[in-house]
């Protein structure tokens, strides 16, 4: 059988595609000088543009620690939700620090590193109402973003005669908390920091619905280079800067769960 030119090229690159590229050691990255981290930079507080347009926040400061520690530059290049794995694996970057949850799919693609940072979601309301366990949420109404893991956790734990309450984005979620529209909501850490920002003391956490991990993502094999980062991540948690960069962009010490060493 002749293959076309067309068909052949096709078939290479499916080939491309499937298997990702030979991974950066720590020496090949330290030769060259600089390491290529893949960032988002539209997910507040762990990835934003600054005001001069430069990439910011907690994962732009855990890179840049990273960086210092190799002796190398960093050179950030910003990803999206969809491209950061293809750009890790197709080489365009090093490794991801990129707000990347540990999850069993995401482990068949991609190496993790140790947690770095993550999210709590929780069920969060008004302080002088007993919504201690999900079977007290009887009778109460409670407000959720529209087809969001809150949405999901809330949802798989409230009990009959529970009314959720769906809202397009958590900007209106919150609204309805703070007007008393809702007596509680899910939502995660992130939006409780900010809650609490400018309605202290007006509400608290009731339990806790799940947590997701963060890790650094690195290519499939790159032992050397995973050994270096999680190096780094125990020094960082164990001399207090990472806990500097929760409390920074986060405004809350770093969570148990993620704080925890080996």
Partial sequence: MTFTRRAALALLTAATLAAPLAAATPDEIKSKGSVNVGMLVDFPPFGIMDASGKPDGYDADVAK????????????????????????????????????????????????????????????GLTDVDLSAPEKLAGHTIGVTRASTQDSAVTAVAPDGATIQRFDDDASAVQALLSGQVEAIGVSNIIINQIEQVAPGRFDVKFDLSQQKQGIAVPPGSDALLAEINAFLEKIKADGKLNEIHEKWLGSPLPDFVSATN
Avoid at 77 to 90: A, D, E, K
Avoid at 91 to 109: K, M, N, Y
Avoid at 114 to 119: D, L
């Fill in 65 to 124: 620690l990273l960086a210092d520690d190799l002796g190398v530059t960093l050179n950030i290049v910003p990803v999206t939700g969809p491209n950061r794995i293809p750009y890790l694996l197709s080489g365009q970057v090093d490794l991801l620090v990129a707000s990347l949850g540990i999850t069993p799919e995401r482990a068949e693609r991609v190496d993790f590193s140790e947690p770095y940072a993550g999210i709590a979601i929780a069920v969060y």
